[in-house]
């Protein structure tokens, strides 16, 4: 959830310094199918009874789904915005992978949502020991905000990431293009 509120952040900013929605149709994305799959992996392990069912499988899964989408995001890299994407995504992946396919949840974050830990496979999991722990879900969304969650410092880079490609390319024209590509006019 926390990549929704910061395309909802890149909108209203966009619109606040003269963007327009339209311009968000122009940008050109390389290897959509592999950010697909990686996500929709993502969404049948944690959203359906899948993950618990894999069993072993899942971590691995969801280990090859992120290194996927962080594929597709490093393919991109020349659209502004996205440089910043892909740090967070390895941030994150270099966390999962050295705690074992489990992003580590700290207990105080998930404590601040009034959450237990997740029964069954999930994209963030108490993790004993955990490795890189400043890279882990060691933050929580305040418990008031729809859709409250843990989250990590890659999933802030990786939300302002966003936040700026959706700005940017709703400027574009206006002085603010994607990296390689000349500006535009508009009437």
Do not use: C, H
């Amino acid at each position: 959830m926390f990549m929704l509120y910061a395309l909802v952040a890149g909108l209203v900013a966009g619109l606040a310094v003269g963007g327009r929605v339209e311009r968000l149709g122009r940008l050109t994305f390389r290897w959509v199918p592999l950010a697909a799959v990686g996500i929709l992996a993502q969404v049948l392990l944690f959203s359906t009874p899948a993950g618990a069912a894999m069993g072993g499988l899942a971590p691995i899964l969801y280990v090859a789904s992120t290194a996927a989408v962080l594929a597709f995001v490093v393919r991109n890299a020349s659209i502004v915005g996205l440089p910043l994407v892909a740090l967070g995504a390895a941030s994150n992946l270099l966390a999962i992978v050295a705690n074992g396919g489990y992003m580590p949840a700290g207990a105080d974050a998930l404590a601040a949502l009034g959450r237990a830990p997740a029964t069954g496979y999930s994209n963030s999991a108490l993790v004993a020991d955990a490795s890189l722990r400043p890279l882990t879900d060691v933050f929580a969304m305040p418990g008031g905000i729809p859709f409250a969650n843990v989250f990590s410092v890659g999933d802030v880079l990786i939300g302002v990431g966003i936040a700026v490609a959706v700005v940017a390319a709703m400027r574009r024209g206006a002085g603010v293009v994607l990296a390689g590509t000349s500006p535009e006019k508009v009437a």
